[in-house]
């Protein structure tokens, strides 16, 4: 490397302190700002730059779901025998820099490079909501593209392969700092269970496990290879091959359903949109149902339907949801070429607004020559630029025997007009008649208010929800009859009760929120509801955060639906930054509430409080006598369940259990109710 200098601009080593030919000295820091990102782009990647300049240079430790993806390239070990390193490096550097571009392709983090093999994660530092299904892809993708890079490679590499493993679990995500540099260190199980499955996987396979396969069974294909015998490991893992991509259609057929419930205005409101045309755009939060209104109307209508959407993993193609919808159209039409991304040459040499203008007349002529017909456009919050504008222009030409319906989570920002539909949350009942579905049994009323008070009638919440309860023997059945088999571990709030296929979905939101609300909103978490500003305030002056900042990152937090008054919107939302908290920390936090709360909360409430946060600190002493005091309040004032979970942990106290609370809170205890 060499520094230029600044009076002269002749160029020296970095050994030179002043310039050799006039005697200026070398700056301080020589390197622009620009170039330190540079630097540090290439050292850490682009995901953990951003995290860390975003953050001051700090990051948590969190617990994360990741899915860890190990590469490796068998046949190696000769090749490194036989070949001199500079020649090894010739054929071995340009196909490792192929994958690194696939996993940034998919934004994913590359971990490290042992020799032969590459370490990737998806979901740290940085969660999508699909990184299981991401980690997959890339999988996918570097096996696709390997055959090309080993005929591009010197004769050498022509004896290698390429086996992939891919497993996903819970790991502590943090810096590491150690004697010579810091680094960014994923500490957990997958990893090593991602490179057994790798050996595991025959050359040319990707091999993945359970929690992978659960995540992803909708839109991959696998072949179950059983269990798998592995170093380590008492029982043998099961695991399965990638075998490929499944139809769309086939993962709509494939994907679980639950009875459709309620929903009736809506599905009247559709049926009014396709009978008069025109065009609909359904706004809702992921997971609100919005595809599943679209099915069901789909199921009850005699009109043709095209449809198309976009996809989380893809925002930069053009057309996706309208290349998606008409498909299955034969026309050719100049503006159906430049659609499908296959102009020919004086097509591809128009004008922007010319080739715009043309592909909005051909669809339309098209559309309309199809009439009558409904156009599903889904998910238009990931949809590129052009297709919007296509849709904007559309609209202002369609004829009445042509319906749209569109979907997104956000208000689209067109030039034409269109109608909107807010779809609303469930009501109790109807989440009641959902979970009864899914739990083939009448649940009781303290499990739909626990469910309802966790998924704010999302129903893919409630539908995830209710299955992971089951999965984690907080519900059973018994007769015929839905049971709460843990009442204390609900009453005790279950705070790290978030299945897999959500936390994903919700951590990508937490993810996207600046720092100071991401780290008000871990407060708050750990507060519990209904959260008060000023309590927030309290602690994070105990803790010796920014507290001028506070009010802002609530506004913030309320702004971007996580937070309703003092209220969390999803309990689940707040479960899953709970249980990204390592426990040390909670433990911090629960005990800064404890000491924060004293002229903060209600009087009736503040034994309560006080109880429960002690308790979850992990405070000894100074939890029993809260207990105990709580435990004698509740009962002064009738409220009888939650004095038996005071003493119930109480007497876990005093006992001085060696099992963990978490522990404790998932044990079963039957309660009929
Ligand atoms: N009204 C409903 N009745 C029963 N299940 C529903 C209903 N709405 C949604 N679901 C289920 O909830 C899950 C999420 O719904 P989905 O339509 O995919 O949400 P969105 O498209 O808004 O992200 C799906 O499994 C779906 O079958
Ligand atoms: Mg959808």
Redesign the pocket.
Known sequence: MEWSCAACGTSWPTTYSFCAFCGQARAAVDTSSAEIDDVLRALVGDQLRTELVSRGGKLPEERRLVSAVFADLSGFTPLAGRLDPEALAEVVDPILAALVRIVKRGDGHVGSFAGDALLAYFGAPVAHEDDAARAVRCAQEMLAEFPALLAAAPDEAAGLSLRIGIDTGAVMARLVAGDIRTDYNILGNSVNMAQRLQSNAPPGGCVVGETTFDLTKDAFDFDHLGGLQVKGRAEPLPAWLLVGDRAPAVQRRR?????????EAELAALARVEADGGALL?I?????????????SRSRSVRAWLEGGCAPHDSTTSFRPWVGALAGVSSGSDGLRVLRGDPDAALAALPPAQRRDLVARDVASTLASLAPVVVVL??LHWADQASLDLLDDLLHMLPSSVTVLA?S?EPLSLTATVDALD?QP?VAD?VAA?VS?LLEGDPPTVLVHDIVRRCGG???Y??ELALAMRERGLVEKLDGEVLVASASALEGGALDLVPNSLEGLIGARIDALPNAEERVLTIAAVLGAPVSADLISAVSIRLALPHQEIGAAIDGLRAARILDGGRFVHAVVQNTAYMRTTRARRRTLHLAAADSCHPLIAAEEQAGFLARHLYLAGAGPRAVDALEAAADQALELGRHDEAVLHLRREVELRLGSSASAAQREAAPQRRVV
């Open positions: 994907r679980r359903t639950s009875r459709m419930v309620g929903r359904l809702a939060e992921a997971g609100a149902g919005k595809s599943r209104l679209l099915e069901e889904e998910d979907s989570r779809l469930l109807d959902l579905d999302n129903p893919l409630v539908a």
